[in-house]
T-cell receptor, first 115, second 109 residues
């Protein structure tokens, strides 16, 4: 089966610019996760969707970050405006449902560099 | 608060030597713990989970509730074991994974 897809794989922007990341989860997976992984740290959950609804966005910096999953499949994560400290790898993952969150499948990530 | 601590950022051992990657956790309740691995240029993937109590690629991990630890062990390291290893805890209340900082394991020939 196809895995979680993400694009772009790399992005370099200047601070105060905007950027968007795209994720296509595994077919049939109801739960989708966005993680931020700063260099030298483990992944940190930013937001969790169940179908097209947000179930946890407690760690999402909502003044600059936004995410949506309008049709319950693909998702986009946006940063506007970006700051230097947003430089990180952004990982998308999916699972069959929330109860199956122990079995998450990860995408390859998008490496963001903010100059 | 739920927390996972991996005290070693870097670990380097020789091929054939035993390996132990340390993981300690803080969790109120019955924990569900995992080890994830990320090989060079590959995506993060599940290595093993404590519930299954199985050996994957020669690695085992035992949950020690008294010491709140879940150390990953392998008796004889191989060069292909070089990778980033992350210990993670599943927070059943929030239904989410909490990761440690990771340990970069390097196996020297």
């Amino acid at each position: 089966e196809a895995g979680v897809a993400q694009s772009p794989r790399y992005k370099i922007i200047e601070k105060r610019q905007s950027v968007a990341f795209w994720c296509n989860p595994i077919s049939g997976h109801a739960t989708l996760y966005w993680y931020q992984q700063i260099l030298g740290q483990g992944p940190k959950l930013l937001i969790q969707f169940q179908n097209n609804g947000v179930v946890d966005d407690s760690q999402l910096p909502k003044d600059r970050f936004s995410a949506e999953r309008l049709k319950g499949v693909d998702s986009t994560l946006k940063i506007q405006p970006a700051k230097l400290e947003d430089s990180a790898v952004y990982l998308c993952a999916s699972s069959l449902d929330r109860l199956a969150g122990v079995s998450q499948f990860f995408g390859p990530g998008t490496r963001l560099t903010v100059l | 608060a739920q927390r996972v601590t991996q005290p070693e950022k870097l670990l380097s051992v020789f091929k054939g030597a035993p390996v132990e990657l340390k993981c300690n956790y803080s969790y109120s309740g019955s924990p569900e713990l995992f080890w994830y691995v990320q090989y060079s240029r590959q995506r993060l993937q599940l290595l093993l989970r404590h519930i299954s109590r199985e050996s994957i690629k020669g690695f085992t991990a035992d949950l020690n509730k008294g010491e709140t630890s879940f150390h990953l062990k392998k008796p004889f390291a191989q060069e292909e074991d070089s990778a980033m290893y992350y210990c993670a805890l599943f927070d059943q209340g929030a239904q989410k994974l909490v990761f440690g900082q990771g340990t970069r394991l390097t196996i020297n020939p």
